[in-house]
């Protein structure tokens, strides 16, 4: 059995048999203050509880693409923890302004990495889907030079991919922004699809193109929380405004009536 905690944002928490690997983990949530004015800054002990608390020995980290909500803590995650980092070349230029040089393994499509003997991803490669007026947010590399701490506009999203994790004989698709290459999901099988909300009106037929070509098992939509929201104990996330999440489940019942859904809330564990 595997199990999957949404971490809120595009992060997962997938655990087997006592290893771990994340996916976009994306622990600080600096608020819209920080976000909108101020360089982001990774709240370390928050990172340090987060990884002390991980149901397992953390495997790897893999990193879909670099704007600052999937990859703002990883290189303190990577500082802090011994695990393989799987993600593109403008992650490595991030690590490397972190002071850490050679730390990824760097993809650029279509690979895929052995993991550890239980688990492989498959970095298959994958478009940024659109959302604040219809605008693909910060596009291109990241580039030196870069003096952390970094503001927004630095964490540019580089190569963008769709991570295909295989692991306890399970298939899990991680799309991690609402948009994607049909050609390249063509013949992708998964059990698991874990599916952008945020932006998913601007892709046109997003949904049939990605449930037609993947033909999941389970969907989970996820990336619908309001991610510059600090997240506190007992308290509710609130959602990204105009989602318009009745339509989009009407769109998954009609292109997948044989697929479980699955709408969670930030931290629910799922078992597949
Ligand atoms: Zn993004």
Redesign the pocket.
Known sequence: MVSVRWTGA?GLEIAHEGAVYLMDPYVSRPGKAAVFFKRLVSRREAVAGFLKDLPGSLKAVMVG?T?F??ALDVPVIAEMAAARVVGSRSLDVLLEAFGMHGRVTVCRGGERVVLDDQAAVTMLPGR??R?LLGRI??PGEIVPPLEPPLKVREYR?GQ?FNMLLELGGMRLLHV??ADVDDAVLQGQGSDVLFLCVSGWRFAPDLVPRVLSRVQPKTIVPFHFDDFTTPLAPGAQVPDLPLLHKDLFLKQLACHAPQARVIWPKVNQVMRF
């Open positions: 595009a693409h704007h909500d999937h940024h889907g959302v947010p910060y999203h963008v991690g922004s």
